[in-house]
């Protein structure tokens, strides 16, 4: 070759959500990545060859300098050995947007498993609405309304299975990872250093808003009559394992309602993460939506009631709170959605519509609306002022009657000299 390859560095060394080393290298028309597929084994080459898809190669080594190496002279054999020139670059579609943005878009990489799988659903749905082979720079506004109707009406899809349809959210979170990936692409450069997607198709589109979103908080009436069933439930139970699963679900419901923090962190935790001393929580930042670590203060009383939960569980040793059987694991989270219901429908409480734990955090939230915002986003884990104050913060009657009632009247001064 006349000239000394260059080598882009696409992704430098990163520990994937599962703990693995990965590295993403490149040159003009060719890109690897180099990764492990569990934490601490051997690595291997990655490589996406057009027409054939991805391919892969043991590397035979752990350490990544030899990894590095050696995934560095396949791409200069392979430039030596192929024709590697200018070449008319291949459309970006939506499928390969998709498998492109989980390789390399370290957002991604930084969600929860539980976000991750949400976003890997509304792509299989983008995919099947839009077309696998969908040109994204042939995008257009018309293209995501009639998706929009498609994912609302539940008809009209390509594959001529209905849907079930869904509310304007749900509509909303597909498009927002459309949108997300889209402006990831014009940030992103291929291995010849051109730009994966020019520019933005779709600049301009406004996701679909809710008119009437369904937004239920929970009460602190609410909350007393469902750990009293919770309380009765384990009480009546007859077998000791069951006792012990509804006393852990008091303890989620009592953290529900002082931390108002999402069940998915609540379930992270270990009784390692609770502080008595200096009381406090430690919050998970595996467990955590945003992939965020946080430590808490907590209230004196909370953390005596914790510590009574402690002695009546006859915990021993640094364990989950809500552990699962024959496995180092915290109970799925479909456990505490099931048996809440059970435990509301034992206690008499209408269903809240569109909400099971939610509920929970916004009244955590609402209940706190005269302290400032800074404080209540540290304390209950939202990075976002404006989705606390338009999604979890609710006007309520008695605050509304206090701004009603202000004594204040407004007086014009006097146009007078001093």
Not at 55 to 73: G, P
Request: include cysteine; aromatic fraction near 8%.
């Amino acid at each position: 070759m006349g000239k000394r390859l260059s080598i882009i560095e696409r992704a430098k060394w990163h520990k994937t959500e599962r703990g693995c080393w990965s590295l993403s290298l490149g040159v003009r028309g060719l890109s690897v990545r180099v990764q492990q597929r569990e934490p601490g084994a051997v690595f291997y080459r990655v490589v996406w060859l057009p027409g054939k898809g991805w391919t892969y190669k043991s590397l035979r080594t752990k350490d990544r300098d030899t990894a590095r190496r050696v995934a560095e002279e396949f791409l200069v054999e392979s430039a030596k050995t192929q024709d590697l020139a200018p070449v008319e670059l291949e459309p970006l579609t939506l499928k390969r947007l998709w498998e492109l943005y989980q390789q390399e878009a370290a957002p991604y990489r930084k969600n929860t498993k539980k976000t991750q799988n949400q976003k890997r659903s509304a792509a299989r749905r983008l995919i099947i609405g839009l077309s696998e082979s969908k040109r994204v720079d042939h995008l257009t506004v018309n293209d995501l309304e009639r998706y929009s109707e498609m994912r609302r009406t539940g008809l009209g899809w390509p594959d001529g299975e209905p849907r079930r349809p869904v509310r304007a959210a749900a509509v909303r979170d597909d498009l927002a990872l459309l949108r997300t990936m889209i402006i990831w692409a014009t940030k992103e450069r291929r291995p010849d250093g051109s730009w994966l997607l020019p520019e933005n198709p779709i600049r301009g589109f406004k996701l679909p808003r809710e008119e009437n979103p369904r937004r239920p908080v929970a009460t602190y009436d609410r909350f007393i009559k469902v750990r009293n069933a919770m309380q009765r439930l384990a009480a009546h139970a007859r077998h000791e394992r069951t006792r012990q699963r509804w006393l852990r679900m008091e303890l989620a419901l009592v953290l529900s309602e002082a931390t108002g923090r999402r069940i998915g962190a609540i379930r992270g935790l270990r009784w390692s993460d609770i502080s008595f001393d200096s009381p406090r929580i430690r919050w998970r930042a595996e467990y955590d939506k945003r992939g965020r670590e946080s430590v808490v203060p907590i209230p004196v009383q909370l953390a005596d009631e914790l510590r009574r939960f402690q002695v009546r569980l006859k915990v021993v040793g640094d364990t989950w709170l809500f552990p699962r059987k024959r496995k180092d694991a915290p109970w799925p989270t479909d456990i505490f959605g099931e048996l809440l219901d059970h435990a509301e429908r034992e206690a008499k409480v209408p269903k809240l519509e569109g909400g099971r734990w939610h509920p929970y955090r916004r009244k955590w939230a609402t209940e706190r609306k005269e302290f400032p915002l800074v404080d209540v986003m540290a304390a209950g884990g939202w990075r976002d002022r404006n989705t606390l104050t338009t999604s979890y913060q609710h006007a309520d009657e008695d605050t509304m009657l206090e701004v009603m009632a202000a004594p204040t009247k407004l007086v014009g001064r006097k146009a007078r000299g001093r």
